[in-house]
């Protein structure tokens, strides 16, 4: 867990697009103002905790959170079909999956008939249960493996049946997870960095009150290589195209409208590198780059119309590859490598000169990638999961 650029039509952000379902009003995927709004709700949408609608095709939705997240929700892609919906992922937390359930009633009368969850990550399938109470006879994808680990209790870390006692320890986990971040906040040595821990713990507050009672359940269906879901207007076709940032991501691919649905092998601002496969990863989104496409979902932050993200991360991770294979050549440990790794241009070109981004990309990012590719280096198994 994590607690363990280029924008394509990012408008301002409306307060009836993230509000729960007692204040949204949509009109044609457009968010309308809310009459009554709840300061405290104001405040915690501010930090951008919330997801809103983007639509980016006809019948064709994003909920994506409008700015980096410490614990982001990933991107969920609506996509509408002659007899129903198809969704890519369901959130995070049980509160995301209550949201999307209002958020896609708003959008169509037709019920969800499928759900791909693209990667066992958190924030990817911990909705799904959810949903499910919405739409019990909807489909559940994903690849073999991802639905693998959807069933380990030692990969998750939220029960797959109700459990009070393991989700009173999971709310405590949280709540200590909390006050290190207010001691963060009362340690910065910035009002701005303060500002932003303080946003932190607002968002953290909200986001483990949408996990109380969460719960993982796997998918009913898997594949291996490829799915297709078909359709007149919009076919839908789930494929594996190798190990990237877990070892089963899934991408979907929608022909007819040109749209990649990438999952975590793409993210904005940056890549999260936790248990991920760097030379796989680099192959992965070569593929991707064969793709003809005129819109790219990420997991995280807006869609984009172009190859620049993708050829970012792949610069990383070639990056990465390169130092740590020749640190690991002359038989220097991982502490050895961590401290002579030199990836300050990655952060440049990644994250810019953003001091609180700055920050978290070294966690997220070169620390666990530069773990994995030493692993791969030296021949380690690279073991998936939430536990640490």
């Known amino acids: 867990m994590l607690l363990r650029n280029r924008l394509f039509g990012m408008g301002p952000l409306c307060m009836a697009a993230i509000l729960s379902a007692a204040s949204l009003t949509l009109n044609s ?57 198809v969704l890519v992922d369901a959130g995070g937390s049980a509160g995301a999956g209550r949201r999307i359930v209002a958020i896609v009633r708003q959008l169509s009368p037709k019920p969800v008939k499928a759900i791909i969850i693209s990667q066992w990550h958190g924030d990817k399938p911990q909705g799904l249960s959810e949903i ?18 959807l069933r380990e209790a030692i990969t998750m870390n939220t029960p797959g049946s109700p459990d009070a006692e393991a989700n009173a320890r999971y709310q405590q986990l949280l709540k200590r997870y909390i006050a290190r971040m207010q001691t963060q906040a009362a340690a910065a040595k910035t009002l701005e960095m303060k500002q932003h821990y303080d946003d932190l713990v607002l968002m953290l507050g909200q986001w483990a009150s949408d996990l109380d009672g969460a719960l993982t359940i796997t998918t009913k269906e898997s594949f291996n290589d490829r799915i297709k879901i078909d359709d007149g207007r919009a076919p839908v076709e789930a494929i594996f195209l190798g190990r990237a940032n877990t070892d089963g991501d899934a991408v979907v691919w929608l022909p007819k409208q040109h749209i990649l649905v990438a ?44 190859h620049v993200q993708i050829d970012k991360i792949i610069t990383a991770l070639k990056d990465v590859r390169t130092q740590v294979d020749a640190l690991v050549a002359q038989g220097l440990s991982l502490d050895q ?52």
């Open 132 to 149: 499910i109470k919405a739409w019990p006879n909807a489909r559940t994808i994903s690849t073999s493996v991802t639905q693998a680990h």
């Open 263 to 306: 999952g975590e092998t793409v993210i904005l601002p940056f890549p999260y590198g936790f248990e991920s496969y760097p030379y796989d990863w680099i192959s992965v989104l070569e593929k991707l780059r064969g793709y003809d496409f005129k819109i790219l979902v990420p997991g995280h932050g807006a869609p984009q119309t172009d």
């Open 337 to 388: 490598v961590r401290a002579k790794v030199d990836l300050s241009a990655d952060t440049r070109n990644l994250v810019g000169d953003d001091p609180w981004l700055d920050y978290w990309f070294n966690a997220f990012w070169i620390e666990p990638i530069v773990t994995s590719a030493y692993k791969e280096a030296k021949g380690e198994p690279i073991v998936q999961s939430l536990r640490g």
């Open 29 to 85: 995927g457009q968010a309308q103002s809310a009459p009554v709004v709840d300061l405290a709700t104001v405040r915690l949408a501010e930090t951008g905790y919330f997801q809103f609608v983007q639509k980016i095709a006809p019948g064709i939705w994003v909920l994506a959170q409008p700015k980096f997240q410490v614990q982001p929700n990933g991107n969920v892609t609506i996509i509408e079909q002659k007899d129903g919906l």
